[in-house]
């Protein structure tokens, strides 16, 4: 598999229609949202069969329904957009992901593409350091599959929680806890713990509700925020079996110096 990521059938278990929804929600969420579904879905089906076309890897079922893994569709859709010129990534997926951060700042005037205004006007997203902190409230459902344990049970089941720092704070979480299930759930820095019995359908669904304050980063974090032992372990040229190469050193170095161009050609 390309971008580093290496595809395993076992994965491959999403049926089709749950591909389209996933795509749907990547590229056309605002097609949907005023009513446009049909086509729409007639748009990423399209999408799908054509990187199928282009070597995407899917197991098919006895009655013959294509089954994905999802981040592979989503990691290949990113790879022949870079690599092949297939444009739904760069004109759907970007579009829409600039589209979802620049809503709630530019308002629903926005046209059907982004940066659209009524009448034709192109804006641009504010600068950061312009927007002052907000509030959001995000919920997390998981249905976790378990049909390889035994009825009855305990497991150990984890969620994210977001993690509280200098852009986020005053963060609230409620656990949703399965249906009737009571034992007991542990927060910690960014995760939630939950011991569940593993009930005779094999699957346990559960979330969580996290409100909290966002706020822009208006500086970048430099060595000298950080004490000597956060220095120590960032910074640290050996750990386990990662080692640091004297030529990774070296780029290291070069990119952390400000070279603008060699910074962005490295990211890039």
């Known amino acids: 598999m390309q971008l580093g990521i290496s595809g395993k059938a076992r994965y491959r278990t999403i049926d089709e229609a749950r591909i389209i929804d996933l795509l749907l929600v990547e590229g056309w969420a605002f097609d949907v949202r005023v009513g446009a579904r049909a086509a729409a879905e007639q748009s990423a089906r399209a999408v799908l069969d054509r990187i199928v076309g282009m070597g995407l890897p899917y197991q098919q079922s006895e009655s013959g329904v294509r089954r994905f893994d999802p981040a592979e569709v989503y990691n290949f859709l990113v790879w022949v957009g870079r690599e ?5 990534w760069r004109e759907r997926c970007i579009d829409t992901a600039r589209r979802l951060v620049w809503e709630p700042h530019l308002g629903a005037h926005l ?26 409230s995000v919920t997390l459902r998981r249905t976790f599959n378990l049909t390889d344990r035994r009825p009855g049970d305990r497991v150990r089941l984890r969620l994210p929680l977001p993690l509280e720092d200098s852009a986020l704070g005053d963060l609230q979480s409620r656990y949703l806890a399965p249906a009737d299930m009571a034992l007991p759930a542990a927060v910690g820095p960014a995760r939630l713990d939950a011991m569940v ?11 969580i509700n996290a409100t909290f304050t966002a706020r822009p980063l208006l500086t970048a974090t430099s ?3 950080l ?7 960032y910074t640290r040229p050996n750990e386990g079996l990662i080692k640091v190469s004297d030529k990774v050193g070296a780029l290291a170095t070069k990119a952390s110096s400000g070279n603008y161009c060699f910074t962005r050609a490295l990211w890039d």
């Open 227 to 233: 004490n000597r032992t956060e220095v120590e372990l």
């Open 197 to 207: 019995e593993v009930p005779a359908c094999g699957e346990v669904a559960m979330g």
């Open 84 to 88: 092949r010129r297939e444009e739904t």
């Open 223 to 225: 060595l000298l925020d």
């Open 111 to 136: 046209g059907a593409r982004s940066g659209a205004c009524a009448g034709g006007e192109q804006r641009v997203a504010p600068s950061p350091n312009l927007l002052g902190p907000q509030r959001f």
